[in-house]
């Protein structure tokens, strides 16, 4: 049997975040938790992909630009409606997977 996680900001407000046995470990060490439960009255925030342009311009750094697109995101999450705290309300960071049609 595993355990319930409830150190996320989140679990206030109704997701339950658990751990099976076997994956414990893992989850303690790196702050994460095998399985989420999003309850079926809350609001989910979808951000678009983001890129790590300014002003219409991407630095030539890579940092710069990894820096920039969390920046953006994190300027989106609070038009979303989140505040200072934005990130503490994610749950899920995917990488960008490009799909092309020929």
Known sequence: MGSENKE???SEHGLKFRNSAAGEASANKFHMSNVVSI???SQRIIVSGKVGAKDGKVPKDLNEEIDQAFKNVESSLRAAGLGEDAWQYVYK???SVFTYHY
Do not use: F, K, M
């Open 39 to 41: 309850p079926a009255n």
């Open 93 to 95: 960071v995917e990488r």
């Open 8 to 10: 996320s900001i989140l």
